[in-house]
């Protein structure tokens, strides 16, 4: 039998949580009560981590195959469920890992639980919910990435630089605080699809002013991070091309802060006409032709930074959305994900419960278990 150490206000907050089905609380004024494991069940304690004297290129080679949790901490409002998915969970974390995820990648919104003025305070219990899940996939073996994502006030021009680049390096000094005990498993990716929203060129390169003002934030941000001491001088970092796109403007003009420790995202759905795109696109899949042209997009990212800079990628999402194509979404899933691998690329599958959606947040079980079979099944 196993046996526990349990305390009387253990005891209280399980009854109190149980309700909820395990599900963590969204309070902004009490931090959320953390699950509680079986003493012989525990596994490393997750804060208690070492960053190994190991390159960018070494970590990204033992990542394998990861799941975005998308539409949840990532949503842009101060209710992380207004978007449909219930708040996360251990389960799902879990659901993930025993598919065969090994790598979990937390979207981030900060904006609705930061102050929008000097010093930028982020309020702790939204820290202490996601730590709470960060540490459910350390704890599971997995390697974590946490980002800015939806946060809108990041905007790459000019006139808006100075205010971005105080509030950017003060986010990402509060969270390399709360988080530099952790070890190198525990990734933080600077920004998501940094872009001038609505713009001409939003999606295909951006500006060359866009472009250097971002560059301009990745150093920043890189420096307070690495400011913070302990781990976090030698945390593994991910940086993003402009709107994180495999433009040949956002990848050749794409500057890595001067730091060995770098990793590049890149997002890559592709092609969208079946991936996404909705009025004039296709839901078939699988030709020859197109999966030499997914081959070749392959190998135009894998030119720029494996072979020209010698940094490592990681395809931070890709994913197809669901239009009554199965088999192809099947099909689509386990070569893209078989040739990134081959690539020496860690691939992300987007999943957000909805039109990309995998796996049931409300059920707790895999709404298409074939997708994600055939891509951890791939990643082998």
């Not at 526990?4 to 009854?15: C, D, E, M, T």
């Not at 990542?63 to 978007?83: E, I, P, Y």
């Not at 219990?125 to 990435?145: D, T």
Request: hydrophobic content about 35%.
């Amino acid at each position: 039998m196993i046996k526990l150490k349990v305390s009387f206000w253990i005891v209280l907050a399980l009854l109190l949580s149980s309700c909820e089905g395990g599900e963590m609380i969204d309070n902004t004024t009490t931090p959320p009560v953390q699950e509680v494991i079986p003493e012989e069940e525990t596994k490393d304690e997750p804060t208690a981590g070492v960053i190994r004297d190991i390159s960018s290129m070494e970590l990204v080679s033992e990542m394998g195959v990861g799941w975005n949790l998308g539409n949840a901490f990532d949503v842009q409002s101060k209710d992380k469920t207004v978007w449909g998915n219930p708040l996360p969970s251990s389960t799902q974390i879990r659901a993930a890992k025993d598919m065969g995820f090994t790598t979990l990648r937390i979207p981030i919104t900060w904006e609705f639980h930061q102050e929008d003025r000097d010093p930028y305070t982020i309020e702790t219990p939204y820290l202490g919910r996601i730590k709470l899940i960060v540490e459910e996939g350390l704890r599971n073996n997995m390697h974590v990435i946490i980002n800015t994502h939806h946060d809108e006030w990041i905007i790459p021009t000019n006139e808006d630089a100075d205010v971005v680049k105080a509030r950017l390096t003060s986010l990402w000094t509060q969270v390399a605080t709360y988080f530099k005990d952790y070890g190198d498993r525990l990734i933080f990716e600077i920004l998501n699809e940094p872009r001038l929203r609505g713009s001409a060129k939003e999606w295909s390169g951006g500006t060359a002013e866009g472009r250097q003002i971002i560059n301009e934030l990745h150093q920043l941000s890189v420096d307070a991070i690495r400011a913070t001491g302990d781990n976090n001088s030698k945390r593994h970092i991910m940086v993003s091309t402009y709107a994180a796109s495999s433009h040949p403007d956002a990848m050749n003009e794409l500057v890595i802060p001067d730091d060995p420790n770098i990793i590049v995202s890149v997002h890559s759905y592709f092609p969208w006409s079946f991936c996404g795109q909705d009025s004039g696109g296709t839901n078939i899949w699988g030709s020859d032709e197109e999966k030499s042209a997914l081959d070749a997009e392959l190998d135009r990212i894998k030119e720029r930074w494996v072979i020209q800079e010698n940094r490592p990628i990681i395809l931070g999402e890709y994913g197809s959305k669901d239009k009554n194509n199965l088999s192809a979404r099947v099909e689509y899933g386990a070569y893209y994900t078989k040739s990134a691998v081959a690539r020496g690329m860690v691939p992300i599958i987007w999943d957000d419960g909805g039109d990309f959606g995998l796996y049931d947040r409300h059920a707790m079980s895999w709404k298409y278990p074939e997708i994600a079979e055939a891509v951890v099944n791939a990643a082998q």
